[in-house]
């Protein structure tokens, strides 16, 4: 992946990308797994997920296929793909790259030197 | 359960119909239904779990778009269908969104109700009388035709009836046609009992002119004027439907009047007629009666100014051409009567021939005082716009949180921008429906009582115009109310806002500069109003003080009149006048009983004279006034100088006239002209001279607020010539009593029938209602300005309750600290109060200023009153004020109530 994702645009895209990272889930699943992990805090609106999981369906980075659920319901199922877990791999780091530089300007004791 | 919520959504789905589109369908509705099932295995019941699914699932026509979207790969073009299905998305979205929070939103509703009802009421109103045509076909061609002589008056807004006969030369060059109208007063005994019902006389020509006819019947023909013709009306629908029951068969019956008279009902006018139109100086007429040129209508040429003619332009001509075209007709009449008009040329110099249009006379004065109240309800919806805006950027703060994730999630800065449009809109279009059904009913109210029937001779409604400007303003309020607001909620940088949100010891300080702006903007606009309404009240309260020349208080009047069959001759009647008189004066409790030809505030009789020694080219008016003996002494009218009329001042003594101090002052130069002569009519008229022998204090003739006329009063008893005659056989008796009489109007009619059974004692009421009357416009005016007042004081506290309230929420945490660290109760409540008061000061400030600069435009309209009026001023200030005061330490109590402890967990 070339083009790095927009960090605000493109948070949903991370955390899909994450949870499919675990293996191949349906949609619902999907935001199940967000609710869980981050204790309700993402209260993000479930509709959402799925203009994401088309888009980076058609960007490759996932592709999906038909089964069964567990209670027998014909279901969509999205893997992630070689290409989803570069870009997953390139963008975790951006990330946290991103979050230790702002984690690191909040918690600054250092004046600057112009407040000196 | 769950089959039946995944039918109906595919039902649903079907609408938009693509096989295509299943797919997405079928997987949106596998979420939906493992949801659901989650929901009813934790317990929820089924409806609730339904619900509860669909409010997490979020707007799913909207990701189901723009799923779509990105499978037809048209990720940026969006296609018409999906924005219209995404603007429907955005639409119930922001009805749940509006529903959530149901008590703000009400409140939103009826601030913007209230000041879109007002709007639309007073606009449809103005737009009427201003703006929209007379409701007569081509109205724009409709003038008004009148006399003037430079040295009478400027304008007499009448015409010498006689010359209407020379004016239809011009017809068919400057005027299609041209009429004529007359007020007169018809006494009709409807179900055996009199009733004074107001008249007009019309020419045939009027309905031609007007280009309307009667809804059932027909219109005046030119043979109904012949003096061999039975007389024939021609009544109003409103007179129709109150007093005929609204019966077909009425054409062709009689009416009687109490003369014993009858006339033929030949048509019923339609409900939309309303004329003599306002500003004329006519009653609007319920009954209308053929004009008749008699002897005596051409006797009075010259004389008499008492009808109002008016006509329709020819076509292609202006009005300065058809006034040019009468200017000849009019220069030639003093030489065709050389005996009337050639004699009035003399002493009044030219004659002057006057065109304007019916439009604008018809509106008279009523111009300025509506364009007042229209600027008024503008200030009232302003103040209803900013509580709006207020409490939309307190949701804004609210919702940080759900637009941050919004924009996280992909929103872009229109999309957001959109729904924030569609929820204004939503809200607004709903008050602005509210709104306009609210001036649909105050428009009739205000139609209804608005004094003088002024209203109902103009088209007033709502029309395309009216719900075009309450649209406009719906849609203006909310792209600058609601999307500005919006957009502050949205500069807040999405990430930091999903976890800080309200982590901030004290609230975000540009939201604080906001509210300061919404308190001081609507205390500044709501003075303004106030400082408006206190000075045309107090200007009211002057008026009403004026002292008119009489005293009003304890004294009823009446008409009555004396039948030409009955009582032919003089001296019958001045006897039963004098008898008359003399009964009213044995009622118990009745001190004192006169009469009047002409009662004060009634309509003056307006004569020339000439003040003895004065140059003869000057003919200066006066109003006059034929009394029997008592009348000065009934009214409580003070005596300045010589004596008053008594029983002495009969036919065979000299001629008596009394005088008021302005025509003494002004006519004779002394405060006590005893003694010298009076004449009625030019110098050379044959009217002899009279002895003045007393004066009295000025009295106000037409209304409260004017200047007093010069006035001059003649004795009954002495008068014997027939234009005299017939002024006093009919006449106004006045009546004073000790205190209110209970049935003193019973009582005055058993006083009349014992002089003669068959008299008709008409329109008893006491004479402070006839001077109430002449400032009722000012009184209606001054009240609605007041109530206009009052809403904006109303919507200004609860807007500056609102935005206090909730940003003593916002700061619940900083307050939880004070309070730990030891700020007591009074201190909470100074920090609040003190702070409301601050902000109010500036708005009082900025109010004062504005009110300086604009009260300006008011000052026609106020009486006695400076615009600038300290007193007003300061008081308007100090309500404000106090206003601030109290809807500021409501919610500093709430802040007291806050516990330490939990303030400071908050969030």
Redesign the interface.
Known sequence: MSTSLDL??G??DLLVLKTLSWGPA???DV?RWIQDVTGD????????L???L??LE?RKLLKSSWGL?R?N????YYEITAKGREALASEASTWSSFTKAVTTVMTSADRPAWAK | MTPRLASSWRRYLSFFGARVERDVDDELAFHVQERIDEYIAAGMDPDAARTATLERLGDLTRYRGETLAIEHQEERRRTMSDVISSIIGDIRFGARQLGRNLPLTIAALLCFALGVGANTSIFSVVNAVLFRPLPFPDSDKLVMISEGMPKLAADINAISAADLLDFKESEGRALQSIALVQQRATTVMINGEAQSIPAAALTPSAFKVLRVNPAVGRAFADADTTAAAGLVVVISDGLWRRQFGADRAMIGKQITFSTGRTAEVIGIMPPSFGFPLPGLGMPVADIFLPFRFTQGVMNARADNFNTVAFGRLQDGVTMARAEALLGEIGRQLPLRYPESWGKAKVNGGDLLIHVKSLRATAVGESRRPLLVLLGAVGFVLLIACINVASLFVARASARKREIAIRKVLGATRGRLTQQFLAEALLLLAAGSALGLLAARWATRALVALAPGNFYSSFDVGIDARVLAVTGGLTVITALVFSILPGLRGQQSDGETSIREEGRSATANRTRQRGRRILIVSEVAFALVLTIGAGLMLRSLSRVRSVNPGFDAENVVVFNLSLPNAAYPDVDRIKLAEQQIVQRLREIPGVTSASATSNLPMQGPWLITFTPEGAPPSQVPVASNALVLPGFFEAMRMPLRAGRYFTENDTKGTPGAVIITETMARKYYGSASPIGRKFKRGSPDSPVPLTEIVGVVADVKTRTLDEEPLPAVYHAVLQQDTGLMVSMYRGLAYVVRTRATLPNLAASIRAAVRTVDPKLVVLNVRPMDAIVGETIATRKFNATLLGLFAALALALAGTGVYGVLQYSVIQRKREMGIRIAVGASASDMIRLVVGQAVGLAAIGVAIGLAGAFALTRVIRALLFNTDPLDGITFAASALVLLSIAVLSSYLPARRALRIDPTIAMRAE
Do not use: D, I
Not at chain 1, 41 to 48: M, T, Y
Not at chain 1, 73 to 76: W, Y
């Open positions: 605000l645009q948070t949903l349906h949609g619902y935001a805090v993402l209260r993000v609106e479930e509709g959402s799925y203009p994401a088309h888009r058609k659920s209670n319901r014909r279901a969509k």
